[in-house]
Structure formats: C-alpha cells, structure tokens
C-alpha cells in the first residue's frame, strides 16, 4: 500500500508563491508517473501536472509557464512550485501516483486572495 502525504498548501496574495510536496512512503518508481490534481469548489478534479522518470514532464495549458513539478527521487517526493498564483488557482491540491493501480493523497488547501 502506498501512501501520499501532501504539504505546504496555505493562503497566499495574489501574485504570490508556494511550494507543495508531495512524500510517498515506498520508493518510487521511475516508469510511474506521479503528479498533481486540484479540485475547486463546485468543480471536477483536474489534471495540474505529472512527471515520469526525470524529464518527462506534463503541465495544463493555465499552468504552463507559472507552475513547476520537480522530483528528489532519494527522498520519495515531488514538488510543484506554483508561482504568479491567482484567485482561480484556488482549490485542494492532490497528489496522485501510479499507472494500473493509482493512489492519491489527502490533499493540500491552496487558498490566494485577490
């Protein structure tokens, strides 16, 4: 069983940053990928950004350019930087790893105030 343990959500102005991670409690796999759902209120699950191996990276279209997924392999993490966050960048921020079988964690609070 793997489990996901996500971090560093918290109430941010607009324009500001924050660093999510992201810490399994297996090793990772490299030929998983591994990434980044947010759910907003009143709103479907969406997809943020993944990454498979080290540079096999995929991002939303809204968040290409301001969001960053990196991976400490030795550390069993990933992170997302969000930067030039915006109020509709607000939502629960999920971590999800695996192919056949997936796992998610229990979410971070994103919250930026105009």
């Known amino acids: 069983q793997v489990q996901l343990v996500e971090s560093g959500g918290g109430l941010v102005q607009a324009g500001g940053s924050l660093r999510l991670s992201c810490t399994a409690s297996v090793r990772l796999f490299n030929f998983n990928p591994m990434g980044w759902y947010r759910q907003a209120p009143g709103k479907q699950r969406e997809f943020v950004a993944s990454i498979r191996g080290t540079s096999d990276l995929n991002y939303a279209d809204s968040m290409k350019g301001r969001y960053i997924i990196t991976k400490d392999t030795a550390k069993n993490t990933i992170y997302l930087q969000m930067n030039s966050l915006k109020p509709e960048d607000t939502a629960v921020y999920y971590c999800?790893?695996?192919?056949?079988?997936?796992?998610w964690g229990q979410g971070t609070q994103v919250t930026v105030s105009s």
């Open positions: 999800q790893y695996g192919a056949l079988k997936i796992y």
